[in-house]
């Protein structure tokens, strides 16, 4: 199902309605109710999304929640020094991961965990860096994606660079990089567009805005839409409900074929809110609104694939219960593997620093190996 789902329809040549035409209204193709929307924007590039597909991408989403709500309660048992919720933006990063193609790259802040599943990271991989077991998860060359980028909007020069050396080699792959509404803020990301825009690199910026830096709302950072920001670059942009999945694909693989066909970059603002915490050392209740978050509940991007599945006749109760099931043993093997992380060894922490000897390093290296020599002998 994915494989076809994951394809692009040919480029929409010449029609005369624009898809990158600015609109403060975000795309929306499912409503919070479940009711698919016409828009003939939009339609043309989801139009072999079946039912079946769309149940497989809220299989994704259900799976992604239990291993988010998993690694919370890791956190709060004490198995994890810290963990990035991602509750309530399933769809957003779903929506257009399952987009990809295998060649393309991605480049993420430390929240997109469900992107980094579609990647196919392994799952114990998401949580070495949290348990401190190891400086990164897994090798960017094998998922086509680079490990995660605390450094607010460091990523968005990384994807940039990487997709002007993609115009450099002439290939068509395209660079994702993925940030929240706080790093627009940042000049990281507004140095990369600038960068992108003038060399034409085949680069998107997906925004997710979540409403809120930490405890910053939207609303002191930006006065207008995210998404108007982009123009001003000479990169077009898309605003897009960040918790509808089908309409977060159709806006993906819009920006994906342009960058393909030589169009350039593209700023998907995806539209969302952040159900959780910024981190677990966070505690949202100290400045989101009650009334907000359940309004925003009420918009749930499971939820609203889930009501359409069972409009159509798709999801019945046995489907349920064995995507239930499926999500269930995901969560006891990402479990299983976080706890079985083996415990580093203490000289480890000077190994992979620098690619070649270095004599600064290995001075440290015997000063703190004397310093553990001195433990010797003494009772644990």
């Not at 660079?161 to 660079?175: K, Q, T």
């Not at 085949?202 to 805005?209: D, G, L, R, S, T």
């Not at 239930?324 to 922490?349: I, K, S, Y």
């Amino acid at each position: 199902m994915r494989t076809k789902a994951s394809e692009q329809p040919t480029h929409l040549h010449g029609g005369p309605a624009d898809p990158f035409a600015s609109s403060s209204e975000p795309v929306q193709l499912l409503t919070p109710a479940g009711h698919r929307d016409e828009n003939t924007l939009y339609d043309p590039w989801v139009a072999d999304v079946d039912a079946q597909q769309l149940a497989a991408l809220y299989e994704d989403m259900v799976i992604c929640r239990r291993i988010d709500v998993e690694a919370t309660a890791l956190q709060r048992q004490g198995e994890l020094g810290l963990w990035p919720p991602l509750l309530g933006q399933e769809a957003a990063q779903i929506g257009s991961a399952r987009t990809l193609r295998e060649d393309d790259f991605v480049f993420s802040s430390y929240r997109e965990n469900a992107v980094a599943y579609c990647r196919g990271v392994e799952l114990t991989d998401l949580v070495r860096v949290w348990r401190g077991t190891g400086h990164a998860g897994w090798n960017p060359f094998e998922h086509g994606m680079a490990t995660p980028a605390v450094i607010i909007g460091a990523q968005s020069l990384h994807a940039t660079g990487y997709a002007i050396g993609c115009l450099r080699d002439g290939v068509d792959s395209v660079a994702v990089a993925y940030f929240g509404d706080g790093a627009t803020s940042q000049g990281d990301v507004n140095e990369a567009m600038v960068f992108a825009a003038t060399f034409r690199a085949p680069v998107i910026f997906f925004c997710q805005n979540n409403q809120f830096a930490i405890s910053e709302p939207v609303s002191l950072q930006a006065i207008r839409p995210i998404a108007d920001r982009a123009p001003g670059f000479g990169i077009p942009s898309i605003r897009v409900d960040g918790n509808d999945v089908l309409a977060v694909m159709a806006a993906t693989r819009c920006a994906l074929d342009r960058a393909r066909t030589g169009g350039g970059p593209t700023f998907i603002e995806a539209v969302t809110f952040r159900m959780g915490p910024h981190t677990t050392s966070d505690d949202p209740t100290k400045y989101v609104d009650p009334l907000l978050r359940e309004e925003w509940a009420g918009k749930d991007p499971l939820a609203r694939v889930e009501a359409h599945l069972r409009a159509v006749g798709v999801l019945d109760e046995a489907l349920v219960a064995s995507i239930q099931q499926h999500a269930d043993e995901v969560a006891a093997e990402f479990r299983a593997g976080c706890l079985g992380l083996p415990e580093p060894e203490p000289l480890a922490l000077f190994d992979h620093v620098y690619t070649a000897p270095h004599a600064t390093l290995d001075r440290q290296r015997s000063q703190y190996q004397a310093y553990l020599d001195g433990f010797e002998g003494e009772a644990e």
